[in-house]
């Protein structure tokens, strides 16, 4: 089993309806991450969590909102999806620690399309 | 802001050569950089990660480079293979960001023919 399982891994929804991606870890690791990939962009990050009571905004955070409700599982939303919101959409983790090299660790994606 | 940029955005060689890919990065403040592997439908395999302090990492064929002061690094991969073919992300984790905000290149995408 992958240690970072992402649901669903594709969605396709309408303009206006509500969406969440979930994300749940069994490396044990305190910090998550959502990321956002476009075609020619790279990935972005949208919101991270350094533990369940802190979580920050990243660099395109409007239109979404998440909740970490366990250490191991961290969760995003589009309160009103649009089109430009189709996107492969990735949740990682990472731990902070004497022995932390950085590393961060992917999901498979969830690909979700915005009609 | 940190900018990362990788030249080419793709690449296709022939099986048995060996593979250059390149990463530059504006700001040479930094924690560390990750050099990743993505598939078609897959997710981000981490392949090598070089600290800061560094100024290489191996595994297998697989050799990093950082060069910070010129803002540089490369990712060597020893003799082709058709399996190697992928799309590979360098990222960068700036001091000026908080610890495990990575920046990301776009990709440069790999294409090794038998």
């Known amino acids: 089993d992958a240690d970072v399982t992402q649901t669903p891994r594709n969605r396709i929804t309408k303009t206006g309806k509500r969406i969440m991606l979930e994300c749940s870890q069994t490396k044990g690791h305190d910090r998550m991450y959502w990321y956002r990939q476009d075609p020619g962009l790279g990935l972005r990050l949208i919101y991270y969590s350094f533990d369940v009571k802190d979580i920050n905004k990243g660099e395109i955070s409007d239109g979404y909102s998440v909740s970490r409700q366990a250490q191991a599982k961290f969760s995003l939303s589009l309160e009103s999806a649009i089109p430009n919101q189709t996107a492969l959409y990735f949740c990682?983790?990472?731990?902070?620690?004497?022995?932390?090299?950085?590393?961060?660790?992917f999901g498979e994606g969830s690909r979700l399309t915005v009609l | 802001k940190q900018e990362v940029t990788q030249i080419p955005a793709a690449l296709s060689v022939p099986e048995g050569e060996n593979l250059v890919l390149n990463c530059s990065f504006t700001d040479s403040a930094i924690y560390n950089l990750q050099w990743f592997r993505q598939d078609p439908g897959k997710g981000l395999t981490s392949l090598l990660l070089i600290q800061s302090s560094q100024r290489e990492q191996t595994s297998g064929r697989l050799n990093a480079s950082l060069d910070k002061s010129s803002g540089r690094s490369t990712l060597y991969i020893a003799a082709s293979q058709p399996g190697d073919s992928a799309t590979y992300l360098c990222a960068v984790n700036s001091t000026t960001d908080s610890w495990g905000k990575l920046q990301f290149g776009a990709g440069t995408q790999v294409v090794v023919t038998p």
């Open positions: 990682a983790t990472s731990f902070q620690g004497p022995m932390s090299t950085g590393e961060l660790f």
